[in-house]
């Protein structure tokens, strides 16, 4: 049996985005955007929610305010967001971006939560040196830690959606590693949308 790709974060989602999904061959997909959600022959869709935090006090808040059918992944925009982010159980993913606070070893310690990096991510790092410099040493970090990582396209429309092997060479490539990571759209997402919804 193949395996079976997950694109773990979509901005928008349509028929176009899913037929594109679909063409490239994968099986599962999680959006932010559920306003055209419905039945799409050959893809299973998630509901989940990318929540911006800088305190504790808020992850909490909106993690409380979540519905239960919702994938909650938290952005941290404070190492105190960062933290919590990493150790809460109803967290699936902690996103990481050019701004993150370093993954040091206390981190990593206490690091129970997912890394996920997104595509959209990726591209707005690169216009600032300073920003991706950050990402690929956070990435590399995950790697000798040996952390698992998920990688998702981020995309706001059909265009953005990329094949899975692509995003596998491109989160192996920020993690200096040869050969693409076909785990982090296949293996890790799909252990996480078992594990968080199919309770």
């Known amino acids: 049996m193949g395996r079976e790709y997950v694109d773990f974060h979509l901005s928008k989602f349509d028929s176009k985005v899913a037929e594109t999904l679909v063409s490239l061959g994968f099986k599962h997909a999680c959006t932010t955007d559920y306003s055209n959600l419905g039945q799409v022959s050959g893809l299973s869709v998630y509901r989940k929610a990318v929540l911006e935090a800088r305190s504790r006090t808020e992850i909490l808040q909106r993690l409380r305010a979540l519905a239960n059918n919702v994938l909650a992944a938290v952005k941290p925009l404070t190492r105190e967001a960062l933290i919590v982010a990493a150790r809460d159980k109803r967290v699936a993913t ?28 990726v591209v707005e790092a690169f216009s600032d040196l300073r920003r991706w410099r950050n990402l690929q040493s ?31 060479y491109v989160v192996s490539a920020l993690k200096d590693e040869p050969t693409p990571d076909l785990e982090a759209i296949s293996t890790v997402p799909l252990k996480l949308l078992r594990e968080k919804l199919e309770r």
């Open 94 to 121: 902690v996103v990481v971006h050019g701004e993150i606070a370093e993954l040091d070893r206390h981190v990593v310690e206490v690091l129970d939560n997912h890394l996920e990096i997104t595509m959209a991510e």
């Open 138 to 168: 956070l990435c590399r970090n995950a790697a000798k830690f040996e952390l698992p990582m998920v990688i998702s396209s981020g995309a706001m429309s059909a265009e953005e959606v990329m094949p899975p092997t692509q995003l596998a």
